[in-house]
């Protein structure tokens, strides 16, 4: 036997990127975070061709979930034509040689950074979330080792402490993105920057939704039709952000998540953060024949 029999012919890179060994590793992760939802499962997040801090937790995990056959879609606080979401798409189709889409409902895989998409998501579909921190207990304990034991034994009464001052202190929760959420009744999670608007989304959906921070080596997932609840007192109930009554003026479409764009004169506009749903809705209204999927919230409201 010769040595070149036991090598492989060399490649410009494996398939997905990472090499086989790394998509195990993050693969056995992964079911470990599904097996116990909310738990932060270390791993060793390896380097990708961007820089920490960009999503590389998400990347990493939507490279591990790579096949010929996926259909990926990747969002930017809502919109998948930033420079950040057009790269890491086409990242994946020279990597994977998968099929790229800004359509929520053909997509199989969603990398997000910052937002859930408008229209629900269905039971084949997985959605990753970018998460720059994933420690919700950062904010009271300093020392990680700390906290690990307070995660352990459910210790976080700390966390309301801080919910509490902010009540007393403004009148409300002023608590807008990394909504501290209680899943499966269990683990304390931070779901990722989000705004209060999608955190709901999370909650008993039909869709697997997977948390990555690559630079500081943690996954945690919410499984399918899992109970996901915001900490909240029993007299003061759970508010999101009050967009019910805004209009996007590109689309005349009322009760969903708004970008607020000023104005030179001081007033100011709203569009439709999730960017493709508001193309669907144009698209529709000039007479195109447009599949728009059931929606979370209906008239600013959850729909449930």
């Not at 990347?59 to 259909?71: E, F, G, H, I, R």
């Not at 976080?156 to 001052?165: A, D």
């Not at 996954?219 to 029993?234: G, K, Q, S």
Request: net charge neutral.
């Amino acid at each position: 036997m010769k040595l070149q029999e036991l090598t492989r012919p060399w490649a410009a890179f494996n398939y997905g990127f990472l090499d086989e060994s790394a998509k195990r590793e993050i693969r056995r992760r992964i079911l470990k975070a599904i097996a116990v939802p909310g738990y932060q499962v270390p791993y060793a997040s390896r380097e990708v061709p961007m820089a920490r801090g960009w999503g590389t937790g998400g990347l990493q995990v939507s490279l591990t979930l790579l096949k010929p056959t996926a259909v990926v879609k990747v969002i930017d606080q809502g919109a998948d034509d930033s420079v950040n979401a057009c790269s890491i798409r086409k990242f994946f189709g020279r990597v994977g040689g998968v099929i790229e889409t800004q359509d929520t409902q053909e997509a199989t895989i969603i990398q997000s950074r910052h937002r859930i998409p408008e229209e629900k998501l269905r039971g084949d579909q997985v959605l990753v979330l970018q998460v720059p921190d994933p420690e919700p207990l950062r904010t009271v304990q300093s020392d990680m080792s700390v906290a690990r034991e307070m995660h352990g034994d459910a210790d976080y009464g700390q966390l309301w402490l801080i919910l509490y001052e902010q009540l007393v202190k403004s009148g409300r929760i002023m608590q807008y993105t990394e909504y501290p959420s209680l899943v499966n009744g269990r683990h304390v999670i931070s779901p990722s920057p989000i705004p209060r608007w999608d955190v709901l989304k999370l909650n008993e959906a039909d869709h697997l939704t997977i948390l990555s921070a690559g630079r500081e080596k943690r996954i945690y997932a919410v499984p399918p039709h899992t109970r996901v609840e915001p900490l909240v007192f029993d007299d003061v109930p759970y508010r999101v952000e009050d967009h019910q009554d805004k209009t996007c003026y590109r689309t005349n479409v009322t009760g969903f998540f708004m970008n607020e764009l000023p104005q030179d004169d001081g007033s100011a506009k709203f569009e439709l953060s999730d960017s493709h749903f508001g193309v669907k809705h144009m698209r529709k209204a000039e007479g195109e024949p447009v599949e728009i999927g059931d929606t979370w919230y209906k008239n600013g409201k959850m729909n449930r």
